[in-house]
């Protein structure tokens, strides 16, 4: 166990010391990130070249840029910003959770259940699904499978309305 405990290690320090006393600027600074985004009905982007992705991370919400560290994240209801080059504002969209990887290279994956464009979301709507939300939830057997699937709709229509600015 100290063996391999040692050995990897030794293995990561070698690989921070490469990075860090590398004098040649790393071809993807320059070139920014690429943005893979998928839903299951549809590929809103493939190989797309981003500035910089904030992730509504589980664990709390992170920005993403040329050359981050590989990361695995499990992704909350919350709001997907996207910073295209030239934009000073960002593209957002509401996602109901999936997951983020970004990988050594400057790739960014993010798979969602769904999404959809904060301009596209009506207010009026989410505050009726909440309240259905909210109905179906005292109406059904505490611990039951109903109110569970209640529950989890209250939390996501709760978080889609922080995202339009109404508090539920």
Known sequence: MMQTTNFLLRRASSSILRRSLSSAAPESASAGMTLNFNIPSETIYAGASVEQVIVPGAAGEYGVTADHVPVVAQLK?????????????????????????????????????????????????VSSAFDAAKSAFASAEAGSKEAALAQIDMEVTKAMGAAVGITL
Request: net charge negative; with cysteine; charged share 20%.
């Open 77 to 125: 209801p919350g709001v997907l910003q996207i910073l295209h080059s030239g934009s000073s504002e960002p593209e957002k969209y509401f996602v109901a959770g999936g997951f983020s990887i970004t990988h050594d290279n400057s790739v960014t994956d993010i798979s969602c259940p769904e999404a959809v464009k904060i301009d596209d979301i009506d207010s009026a709507a």
